[in-house]
């Protein structure tokens, strides 16, 4: 008869550390979302004590989380992602005009390191702009202000088993008059999610070969998702 390993639930809580070293552990998965879960902390954690876990490294956690220093490593690979600036708390109030000449009036403002569409907002206009960046600060010290791209919400899983794997893609819909927000990701029935797209079978193929290169672009490890907004022309957008 075959045996198969013992599974065992951790908290990330204040005795996590203890539960770890006094638990015989083979190997950790961690099923976190956002930091200290993805950011690379508690990567770095199990390197300390030595404990051999899946998912992404401490770089590559650190560097996908930080949204500004993820679109710089994409771009540098030909990873397509909309225009943006960052701006700390010193510096917002006297960019947002020179943000909007340059952007535009349509725009999406979201904390640099957060997930789950978390302190995200979309805005028109200045007033809009200064209340959403108030808002995105709440949860981090910078705050990313991009253009707003218009399309389909695309999401791609990747998986490594003999190699870097692009699993099918698929399309992530809500009702109409709503976007993909807190909590229409975790709200059961609130969102659709379509396996696989409908797309043209040339885009289905490029937005997978952009999800493997954005995976390899930050150094992502044995699994990852890219999201992507696909315009109706023109490049996918992660």
Known sequence: ??????????????????????????????CLHGPPGEDGTFQ????????????????????????????QLLLANGVGVPRGHAVSRADAA????????????????KPVSQGSALGTSFVTGARQL????????????????EERVRGREITVGIIERKGIEALPVVEVLTPPGSWYDYDHRYTPGLSQHVIPATLPEAQYRR????????????????????DFVVPEAGEPVV
């Open 44 to 71: 770095g954690f199990l390197e300390v004590l030595g404990i051999p876990y899946v998912g992404s490294g401490v770089l590559a956690s650190a560097c996908a989380m930080d949204k500004r220093v993820a679109k």
């Open 1 to 30: 008869r075959a045996s198969y390993p013992t599974v065992k639930v951790l908290e990330l809580n204040e005795g996590i550390g203890e539960a770890l070293t006094r638990t015989e552990v083979g190997v950790v998965f961690p």
């Open 130 to 145: 200064r209340r959403a960046i108030e808002e995105a600060f709440a949860y981090d010290e910078r705050v990313l202000i």
């Open 207 to 226: 937005i997978q070969e952009l999800a493997v290169l954005a995976h390899r672009s930050l150094s992502c490890r044995d699994l990852s998702r890219v």
């Open 94 to 109: 006297k960019r947002t005009a020179s943000l909007m000449h340059a952007l535009g009036e349509d725009l999406v403002v």
